[in-house]
């Protein structure tokens, strides 16, 4: 995990960053979480890289493979070319065939799998000129008094994680 964070930072409750987070399989952004045979935790998703300025927004897939006790081992991002539409969509993950089939071949590599909550550790990786991961964040500057340690899915945005960090609960 690359970090830039003092490790023995508070947040405004008192807590020290959290090591691991419970990321929960539901029907929505956590769908394809869960267990592989040989015991790895896996999540395959779908971040994406807004447009800016003249630059246009990006689609991936991605599956990043952790071991059992939570570390990342494996990611694999796979570009899907440009944001669908004028690729700047309020906030939401875009659907569209070619990332669906990517996200199940992702997924059938690994087969056979279990779908249920994993328990991994917040990472960062660099692939195709973004952050990927389950980025850890912490204060805004030095003068801010009222932050709380998050994680966010990146690049995108589109699951963010506040203490508690073993419910698997997040926003979107």
């Known amino acids: 995990m690359t970090n830039h964070l ?7 409750d008192g807590q020290l960053a ?18 592989a045979v040989d015991g790895r935790q896996f999540f395959v998703t779908t971040p994406f890289a807004w447009a800016s ?9 991605a ?6 006790g939570g570390a990342l081992v494996d990611s694999t991002i796979v570009p899907l070319g440009t944001r669908p539409g004028d ?5 939401n993950v875009a659907h569209f065939d070619e990332q669906e089939n990517a996200a199940e071949r992702l997924l059938s590599e690994i087969q056979p799998v279990s779908f249920c909550d ?20 912490g204060p805004d500057s030095e003068d801010d008094h009222e932050w709380y340690w998050n994680v966010t899915v ?3 945005d589109y699951m963010a994680f506040y203490a508690p960090w073993d419910d698997g609960d997040y926003d979107t």
């Open 118 to 137: 994993i328990t991994v550790a917040p990472f960062s990786v660099t692939a195709h000129g973004h952050e990927f991961g389950l980025i850890l964040h």
């Open 154 to 156: 990146e690049p995108g």
């Open 63 to 68: 599956r990043y493979l952790f071991d059992v």
């Open 6 to 12: 003092d490790p023995g930072l508070r947040d405004a």
């Open 87 to 91: 690729g700047s969509l309020p906030g």
């Open 53 to 61: 300025g003249d630059a246009s927004g990006a689609e991936f897939a």
């Open 18 to 35: 959290p090591q691991s987070l419970v990321i929960a399989h539901d029907d929505y952004h956590a769908a394809f979480v869960g267990t």
